[in-house]
């Protein structure tokens, strides 16, 4: 782990440790953990209005070939997706492969409309591995390139596009997973609609310069406050998405995952990624194990894990991320169980401190997502 010394930081740690947020180690960086109000207030603060997240520390890079095919086809030996088509100004979920069809990591891929370029956001705790990985396998004549000179926001919450349209009206417009390079207030962004929240809300990716000015503008409004890694942790469970290293590892396939929709129609006729062959298997005879919801029942959470049994005590998983939900208002959870106990409805146990707590196979998220579809 990092000393204090050698912890990195983000274009937002002077503003953090202003606005009084605890401090902790996070993927390598110092990062705020929560700030005065709290993580509860935190969390339902983003749910009913808006919460401004720092995500600077995640890996921003372009992939450049000559044109978009190449470079597509490029991402396509190591991703699943169908990037070939994917449309100019448009965002898509994906993962990054190994050769055993486990997932390196989970990242964004979008289009500009500059040809040949795919740029793309990892995770901030892989991103080293990933840009390796990377540029050992991309072929020759595509490169990759990073971003490590810009910052990235999250404003998120049902008010975002109200907050965000007061100074840059063509936000408002924006559809989900798509984006477009926008001027905030005297600010150069990238804005892109989407979220890990399961609300609506953008990412905004700017110039590590100019990233505290607009994170001090949006936070002027007083429909916005700045949101810590706890409530964007609770957020994301109850909105069932993974955290990678926890619910997502080079272990687990994107079936395993319950990720199959970002495996494209061609993708599964084709192949042709890393992989292939187990998760094409795996696409058309099922998994062993698959990741669901869980509620546990009363009011103690269980957390990563925790082993999961069925209800005549065979052990058949594990969780893998788990907590309290604050707008759920009970603990919430997410684990891999064997297939045969998969189906939402499923009775389980989950062994907490060593004793059994009656639980759940839910669907997910367990909140309605909030996405603006246009």
């Not at 030996?77 to 069809?101: H, I, Y």
Request: glycine content about 12%.
């Amino acid at each position: 782990m990092p000393s204090e010394a050698t912890l990195k930081k983000t274009p937002l740690n002077d503003l953090h440790r202003a606005l009084g947020a605890k401090m902790v180690e996070f993927a390598g960086y110092d990062m705020p953990v929560q700030f005065p109000m709290g993580v509860l207030k935190e969390h339902l603060h983003t749910r009913e209005k808006a919460g401004l997240f720092d995500v600077s520390h995640m890996g921003q890079a372009v992939i450049v070939g000559p044109d978009h095919l190449t470079a597509a086809r490029a991402l396509e030996t190591l991703a699943p997706g169908e990037f070939q088509k994917l449309g100019v100004s448009r965002q898509r979920l994906s993962v990054l492969l190994n050769d055993d069809g486990g997932i390196i990591d989970d990242l964004m891929v979008s289009r500009p409309d500059t040809d040949g370029r795919l740029n793309i956001v990892v995770n901030g705790a892989c991103k080293e591995a990933d840009y390796a990985y990377l540029n050992e396998r991309l072929p020759d004549g595509v490169k990759l390139e990073r971003f490590d000179n810009r910052g990235l926001l999250a404003l998120q919450g049902p008010m975002a596009s109200e907050v965000l349209s007061k100074h840059c009206p063509a936000a408002a417009e924006l559809k989900f997973m798509s984006f477009a390079e926008l001027q905030i207030g005297d600010i150069r962004a990238v804005v892109t609609r989407g979220g890990y929240t399961g609300e609506d809300g953008f990412e905004i990716s700017t110039w590590a310069e100019d990233t505290e000015k607009l994170a001090r503008l949006l936070l002027d409004d007083p429909n916005v406050e700045p949101i810590g890694l706890g409530a964007r942790d609770s957020l994301r469970l109850e909105a069932g998405m993974c955290l990678y290293g926890h619910d997502l590892t080079p272990e687990i396939s994107p079936v395993e995952g319950n990720l199959s929709f970002i495996i494209g129609k061609r993708r599964r006729e084709e192949g042709g990624f890393a992989g292939a062959d187990r998760i094409l298997k795996e696409l058309a005879e099922g998994p062993k194990r698959l990741r669901v919801g869980i509620l546990p029942e009363g009011r103690a959470p269980a957390r990563e894990g925790a082993e999961i049994q069925s209800v005549d005590g065979k052990v058949i998983g594990k969780v893998t991320s788990g907590g309290f939900g604050p707008t759920v208002g009970g603990p919430v959870a997410m684990g891999y169980v064997e297939t045969a106990y998969a189906e939402t409805g499923t009775p389980l146990q989950l062994i907490v401190r060593g004793k059994p707590l009656a639980a759940v196979v839910a669907d997910m998220p367990f909140t309605p997502n909030r996405y603006y579809r246009g």
